[in-house]
């Protein structure tokens, strides 16, 4: 009798390591670490493994997912691009390819045109499905969209959701549970004080839901009052809605700042709250953000984890186009992150040999 040939999932449990890494290994490609590379390699040679990858290309046609990133907060769009790439890069052995599109430091509504111009060059090839990421107001492309929906190619939406008959799945933090878990936070130190919330656009999906989770869990009476200010998405407008609340009479007790903008605040909380007067909690997990929670000038951070959306869109499209059962809406669970545990976690969300820590 024949012995069974090793598969690549042999060679993944063999080395307690995820599949993605094994392909990268042998592959030469995505990221990963020399020493990770060498024990894939020997442990490869060891159990006499050959993988046939011509054999896998050309059982399957060719397909192309298009993708469009439009987000103002660079790192935040890095993130998430990162993800889509890094799920990508296992894909690429059944035929499916990736064509993205990135317009970072822009709303939707600052570059409509080149949003418009994506989607129609998206549905006049043909692709087999569609990753938007479009932060802001999406309306201001709904004529393309539309024409997206009428060719019935299936859409995977990141963060902010646009509800067509085209779209399969919509990928986001969960934002309702991560707004209880701000008023939480606050209320261990600002209890029936008066707090402040910063937010990108109240009419924004992850937007109302991160206030909404706020207010329920404040409805019980936690502080005396929690008022909103907006900043749109444009780094002045932080600046001068963090001034002014600052300078609020009478003081606030304690922010949540509730999206990722919570990078462009961290130098002007590091010069006006250094005496920690303030009780601030952010969103999301970026290096510029180590100092501060070290400090204390950010109690607490809840991570959103971008990487990870853009790895579940990733899978959701290309499940749906295997037609297979996908989640109508992939909610990623918020993390608290605090000064006492910041070095446990990773601004890449990938397998632990892969990543790199803050």
Same mark, same amino acid.
């Given at each position: 009798?024949?012995?069974?040939?090793?598969?690549?999932?042999?060679?993944?449990?063999?080395?307690?390591?995820?599949?993605?890494?094994?392909?990268?290994?042998?592959?030469?490609?995505?990221?990963?670490?020399?020493?990770?590379?060498?024990?894939?390699?020997?442990?490869?040679?060891?159990?006499?493994?050959?993988?046939?990858?011509?054999?896998?290309?050309?059982?399957?046609?060719?397909?192309?997912?298009?993708?469009?990133?439009?987000?103002?907060?660079?790192?935040?769009?890095?993130?998430?691009?990162?993800? +889509?790439?890094? *799920?990508?890069? $296992? %894909?690429?052995?059944?035929?499916?390819?990736?064509? &993205?599109? @990135?317009?970072? !430091?822009?709303?939707?509504?600052?570059?409509?045109?080149?949003?418009?111009?994506?989607?129609?060059?998206?549905?006049?090839?043909?692709?087999?499905?569609?990753?938007?990421?479009?932060?802001?107001?999406?309306?201001?492309?709904?004529?393309?969209?539309?024409?997206?929906?009428?060719?019935?190619?299936?859409?995977?939406?990141?963060?902010?959701?646009?509800?067509?008959?085209?779209?399969?799945?919509?990928?986001?933090?969960?934002?309702?549970?991560?707004?209880? +878990?701000?008023? *939480?936070?606050? $209320? %261990?130190?600002?209890?029936?004080?008066?707090?402040? &919330?910063? @937010?990108?656009? !109240?009419?924004?999906?992850?937007?109302?839901?991160?206030?909404?989770?706020?207010?329920?869990?404040?409805?019980?009476?936690?502080?005396?009052?929690?008022?909103?200010?907006?900043?749109?998405?444009?780094?002045?407008?932080?600046?001068?809605?963090?001034?002014?609340?600052?300078?609020?009479?009478?003081?606030?007790?304690?922010?949540?700042?509730?999206?990722?903008?919570?990078?462009?605040?961290?130098?002007?909380?590091?010069?006006?709250?250094?005496?920690?007067?303030?009780?601030?909690?952010?969103?999301? %997990?970026?290096?510029?953000?180590?100092?501060?929670?070290?400090?204390?000038?950010?109690?607490?951070?809840?991570?959103?984890?971008?990487?990870?959306?853009?790895?579940?869109?990733?899978?959701?499209?290309?499940?749906?186009?295997?037609?297979?059962?996908?989640?109508?809406?992939?909610?990623?669970?918020?993390?608290?992150?605090?000064?006492?545990?910041?070095?446990?976690?990773?601004?890449?969300?990938?397998?632990?040999?892969?990543?790199?820590?803050?």
């Amino acid at each position: 009798m024949n012995e069974k040939k090793p598969t690549i999932y042999d060679l993944a449990e063999a080395l307690n390591i995820s599949v993605g890494t094994v392909y990268r290994a042998l592959h030469d490609t995505g990221r990963i670490s020399p020493k990770t590379k060498a024990r894939v390699l020997a442990k490869a040679s060891e159990m006499n493994f050959k993988f046939n990858q011509s054999a896998q290309g050309l059982s399957r046609t060719p397909i192309t997912i298009g993708v469009i990133l439009c987000c103002p907060v660079v790192p935040f769009l890095d993130e998430i691009h990162s993800g +889509i790439l890094y *799920e990508f890069s $296992s %894909l690429s052995q059944y035929n499916v390819f990736s064509d &993205i599109r @990135t317009m970072p !430091s822009m709303n939707t509504e600052n570059c409509a045109d080149q949003v418009t111009q994506c989607l129609d060059e998206f549905r006049q090839k043909n692709y087999a499905g569609v990753i938007l990421f479009l932060s802001g107001s999406h309306h201001v492309c709904d004529d393309a969209l539309t024409a997206l929906e009428d060719a019935n190619i299936p859409m995977v939406c990141i963060i902010n959701d646009i509800p067509r008959k085209n779209r399969m799945a919509f990928v986001s933090a969960d934002g309702y549970c991560a707004g209880r +878990i701000a008023a *939480e936070l606050l $209320s %261990l130190t600002c209890a029936k004080q008066r707090i402040a &919330i910063l @937010t990108g656009d !109240s009419s924004i999906h992850i937007h109302q839901q991160n206030i909404s989770g706020f207010m329920k869990e404040a409805e019980s009476g936690l502080f005396e009052a929690a008022d909103i200010y907006e900043h749109h998405d444009h780094p002045e407008l932080v600046r001068q809605e963090l001034q002014t609340i600052f300078s609020h009479k009478p003081a606030y007790q304690g922010l949540y700042i509730t999206s990722a903008s919570s990078i462009t605040a961290c130098p002007i909380l590091m010069n006006v709250n250094q005496d920690n007067q303030m009780k601030v909690v952010t969103t999301d %997990l970026f290096a510029q953000m180590k100092a501060p929670l070290d400090s204390g000038v950010i109690f607490a951070t809840i991570f959103q984890n971008p990487f990870m959306q853009g790895r579940k869109a990733v899978k959701s499209i290309y499940q749906h186009l295997q037609n297979e059962k996908i989640k109508d809406v992939v909610k990623i669970p918020p993390q608290i992150v605090m000064r006492t545990n910041i070095d446990s976690f990773y601004i890449n969300e990938s397998p632990a040999d892969n990543t790199e820590p803050i």
